[in-house]
Antibody
Framework: EVQLVESGGGLVQPGRSLRLSCAASGFTFDDYAMHWVRHAPGKGLEWVSGISWNSGSIDYADSVKGRFTISRDNAKKSLYLQMNSLRTEDMAFYYC???????????????WGRGTLVTVSS | ENVLTQSPGTLSLSPGERATLSCRASQSVSHNYLAWYQHKPGQAPRLIMYGASNRATGISDRFSGSGSGTDFTLTISRLDPEDFAVYYCHQYSSSPFTFGGGTKVEIK
């Protein structure tokens, strides 16, 4: 079955760290760029970060630049998001998303996971 | 960044009616790199349309997309009960990629 399954969400205090993981199955993972998109309560979708098929091209939203790090392990068919110095405004559902092509840009998103909830609160 | 504004915020319609959703961009979306996604509570968002007018695999021909430049439209010709959801537009022509605020299509 073609799917993305996120894990690693939970409750964390402001300033602490959390690492999200995404397990891919049913497609050739290393042929495609991958992204993280988040959805905060009462707000719209926000693209967080993207990585090309070979990790050669990476980008971040300004809101997370310098705090979050995206990475992938093609051998394990997995995508990661290391989130440091978490803020209350980072609280959201985080979705693992597959790009429709190998490059990080110029491709729509054709497969989404169900998301994992990150709650930032003291 | 290219800000996408969707209207209306909520569309209250009955099954069988036609739904017209609008997405307006603050800057021209080059190559019509504009997609639409359907999102139901507790489920993964699903790709409906890409390149403004190309239906994704498995999507009913009741769905059609149109537009170019800064104005785009998603039309659902006859609403099926399974179509009631939130729909988001998304531009992937320039970084940072952005999404509209969503249009909720609810049962009247």
């Amino acid at each position: 079955e073609v799917q993305l399954v996120e894990s690693g969400g939970g409750l964390v205090q402001p300033g602490r760290s959390l690492r999200l993981s995404c397990a891919a199955s049913g497609f050739t993972f290393d042929d495609y760029a991958m992204h993280w998109v988040r959805h905060a309560p009462g707000k719209g979708l926000e693209w967080v970060s993207g990585i090309s098929w070979n990790s050669g091209s990476i980008d971040y939203a300004d809101s997370v630049k310098g705090r979050f790090t995206i990475s992938r392990d093609n051998a394990k068919k997995s995508l990661y998001l290391q989130m440091n110095s978490l803020r209350t405004e980072d609280m959201a559902f985080y979705y693992c998303v597959k790009g429709a092509g190998a490059t990080r840009t110029l491709w729509h998103f054709d497969l989404w996971g169900r998301g994992t909830l990150v709650t930032v609160s003291s | 960044e290219n800000v996408l504004t969707q209207s209306p915020g909520t569309l209250s319609l009955s099954p069988g009616e036609r739904a017209t959703l609008s997405c307006r961009a603050s800057q021209s979306v080059s190559h019509n790199y504009l997609a639409w996604y359907q999102h139901k509570p507790g489920q993964a968002p699903r790709l409906i349309m890409y390149g403004a007018s190309n239906r994704a695999t498995g999507i009913s021909d009741r769905f059609s997309g149109s537009g170019s430049g800064t104005d785009f439209t998603l039309t659902i010709s006859r609403l099926d009960p399974e179509d009631f959801a939130v729909y988001y537009c998304h531009q992937y022509s320039s970084s940072p990629f952005t999404f509209g605020g969503g249009t909720k299509v609810e049962i009247k």
